[in-house]
């Protein structure tokens, strides 16, 4: 029963793999992940620009490992690995998005509101502001004259 080529080394996706192929990947990888890290050590960017800014890196260094390590393009051959990425990512997201909002919902249903409402008008719940007694200067009650 054979398979096509009796030669396993002359299989489309083996002729793909080149060290500097794989290299190339990874060095892309790497420099994108060394640029996010400088960024944020640096406070360079303000943080919404910060957030744009590696969430860039991270979707080149995504399309770079895709392309370069997994080999993963439209062409003939590779047809059915494309599929399943195309099918994956959607669900991906959706996994995400669900995640991020089943958290949030269930924080803002645990917050205790007695609390928000101290911190977001101290006037309005006095009595709720907690007192550091023993500690100068560090009382947190609006009428101890800080």
């Not at 890290?37 to 969430?55: D, E, K, N, Q, Y």
């Amino acid at each position: 029963m054979s398979h096509g080529a009796a030669d396993p080394t002359m299989h489309p996706e083996v002729q793909l793999s080149t060290s500097k192929g794989y290299f190339l990947g990874f060095a892309i990888s790497a420099f994108l992940m060394l640029v996010a890290t400088f960024l944020v050590t640096s406070h360079a960017v303000p943080p919404f620009g910060l957030l744009m800014v590696i969430t860039v890196c991270a979707g080149i260094a995504v399309i770079a490992q895709i392309y370069f390590l997994l080999h993963i393009d439209i062409s003939e051959h590779n047809i059915w690995n494309t599929v399943a990425l195309v099918l994956f990512i959607p669900l991906f997201l959706i996994t995400i998005g669900l995640t991020w909002w089943m958290f949030s919902q269930l924080y803002l249903r645990t917050m205790d509101m007695s609390v928000m409402s101290s911190v977001m008008n101290p006037a309005v719940h006095a009595s709720a502001a907690p007192k550091m007694s023993g500690m100068p200067g560090m009382s947190t009650s609006p009428d101890s004259g800080n």
